[in-house]
């Protein structure tokens, strides 16, 4: 077994207290190779801020859980050679763990915090998975996130078609017999880059579509039953149309994408919401610097000359949403 300690990680339980009272919130970026890893930390040391890594099963799958482990203990060294040594600090998380097992095997690979996603099971089954998921993190002084409620949209594994708003009844009893650190909710945001039909929006004087407003009455029910208590939005990716008409310039196919409006998320980072989760927007911005290489140099070959663009690209993104969208800029 490996302790994060080992590896120069932290987990989040100090992070989410100073975020909450400092009313901001910490970015939570999904990796699953080199160029995002370095994107993401040369972001986060340039802002110093705190950052928390994310993987998905589909991440460990694709780029194995030991290269993984050994990434994420590079990705602490690299912040410290950015930052003069006094590094940030860096959460490496499981996103959507879907059971016991692989929570448990994540923890015993130097993971500092996992997600437990029973949101799509009966109540009761929820909490008794979330709960033996707790009990085995915490002896490993490991912070656990659970969820309630569910998020419509497409990430990974993670599929479903409409949305479940977290009930505001169930989040005392939920947190009480679970034990978890914090909480991810559902108040309508959604995962992918296409979150709302055209159905479910309305449209501007220009025709662009405009997404519904997310659901803070009950947000705000949340944090009086459950005060100074560290919530998570899942599936917070804006949807840049700038990337979007980048990709569609250059051949690709994206109808009708749309994302959360960043004033709601700078709305969300000054609540009890701690952890905003950020990974369509990543997905969106590589993909267009490479197309625009492959549309305008057709005759490169050399993965770095179009790879480099799409991290530099990745990384002004990052950096913008650090430091104009959560706030977390400087509070490394």
Known sequence: MVSYKDLGLVNSKELFKKAID?????AAFNFNNLEQLQA???????????????????????ANQTLLRYLAQGA?????????????PIVLHLDHGDSLELCKSCIDMGFSSVMIDGSHLPYEENIALTKSVVEY???HDVTVEGELGVLAGIEDDVV???????????????VTRTGVDS??????TSHGANKFTPEQCTRDANGVLVPPPLRFDILEEIEKRIPGFPIVLHGSSSVPQDQVALINKYGGKLNDAIGIP???LRKAAASAVCKINIDSDGRLAMTAAIREVFANKPEEFDPRKYLGPARDSLKALYKHKIETVLGSAGKA
């Open 183 to 188: 909480l991810a909710i559902s108040i309508g």
């Open 40 to 62: 993401i930390v040369g972001a986060a040391a340039e802002s110093k801020s705190p950052v928390i890594l994310q993987v998905s099963s589909g991440a460990r799958k694709y």
């Open 76 to 88: 602490v060294e690299y912040a410290k050679e950015l930052t003069a040594g006094a590094g940030v």
């Open 137 to 139: 993190a915490h002896k």
């Open 262 to 264: 960043e004033e709601q």
């Open 160 to 174: 479903a078609e409409h949305h479940t708003y977290t009930e505001p009844d169930e989040v005392v009893d939920f």
């Open 22 to 26: 400092g009313k901001y919130a910490i």
